[in-house]
């Protein structure tokens, strides 16, 4: 009985609950579902992110020198934080795994034939880019097209 239990929530494991994302590329570039978020994004540095309402913070990093922050551009001009980079957020809807080969490449790629810049956060369920927010829709069609490589 007790080996029965273990093999049913091993199979539950592998197959339902701890599923970590897609990890071949190919699957991963025809499903990329890029959706842009709504509003303008900064990168804002902070010596401690206590300082900022957690539920203002999109992202941080806690770097040797301060605190990296991404946060809404109304919440850093109410909160009087410096920024010198207005961006746009787009959300690759792709559940891809953290261990997946090649997806940044693929599309950092795209996006510099269009000469964009990107910044990649990659976090559990999905990646994330943050781009110049005058390349928001150009990005979008890099993005879209690149299921067509």
């Known amino acids: 009985m ?3 239990k273990l093999k049913i929530l091993n199979n539950f494991v592998q197959n339902n609950m701890f599923m970590s994302g897609e990890t071949n590329l190919k699957t991963i570039l025809q499903t ?3 959706i842009l978020n709504d509003g303008e ?12 309402p957690v539920q ?14 991404v946060l809404r551009k109304e919440d850093a001009l109410q909160l009087n934080l410096t920024f ?3 961006a746009a957020w787009i959300t690759l809807e792709v559940n891809s795994s953290l261990s997946a080969v090649g997806l940044t490449a693929a599309f950092s790629q795209a996006l ?4 964009i810049s990107c910044n990649v956060v990659a976090a559990f369920h999905h990646d994330h880019i943050f781009v110049d927010v005058t390349d928001r829709e150009k990005a979008m069609i890099a993005l ?3 299921h067509l490589q």
Do not use: A
Not at 41 to 52: G, I
Not at 112 to 115: A, V
């Open 2 to 4: 007790k080996k029965e």
């Open 32 to 34: 990329l579902s890029p």
């Open 41 to 52: 994004f900064v990168y804002c540095t902070v010596p401690d992110f206590d300082l900022v």
């Open 56 to 69: 203002q913070i999109i992202f941080m990093f806690r770097e040797n020198e301060e605190v990296t922050i």
């Open 84 to 86: 010198s980079y207005i």
């Open 112 to 115: 510099s034939k269009e000469g």
């Open 144 to 146: 879209q097209n690149l």
